[in-house]
């Protein structure tokens, strides 16, 4: 268990869905150890996929960069103590229409 309360860095999510992630992440906290941020990840992860559809990303760490891409409304980054949760639901690329710009072009 790391003590501490969650400090929230950056987040455009609703207000419950925040509340959701931060209680997941004391309560998963409750049952690992901090050096197990993959089984931590893992389990935040799995958890949203199932409250909210999949999709959903999360990296687990005392020290990480990110640069991701994210779908409106799903992305929070918070603390505990000394451990950082990025938590995201992944943003595809837009699809292509394959019969825009590609006369004559042959797969």
């Not at 987040?11 to 993959?38: G, I, P, R, S, Y």
């Not at 938590?87 to 590609?102: H, K, N, T, V, Y």
Request: aromatic letters at 12%; hydrophobic letters at 45%.
């Amino acid at each position: 268990m790391l003590e501490g309360k969650a400090v929230i860095g950056e987040t455009d999510m609703l207000q419950t869905m925040q509340d959701d992630a931060l209680q997941l992440a004391a309560k998963t906290l409750d049952f690992f150890d901090v050096n197990e941020a993959t089984d931590i990840a893992r389990v935040i992860k799995q958890e949203f996929d199932k409250m909210y559809g999949g999709g959903w990303q999360c990296i687990v760490g005392t020290d990480f960069g990110s640069f991701v891409t994210h779908c409106y409304g799903s992305f929070i980054h918070f603390s505990i103590g000394s451990l950082a949760i990025l938590l995201f639901r992944g943003s595809a690329a837009p699809e292509i229409d394959e019969f825009s710009g590609l006369e004559g072009v042959k797969a």
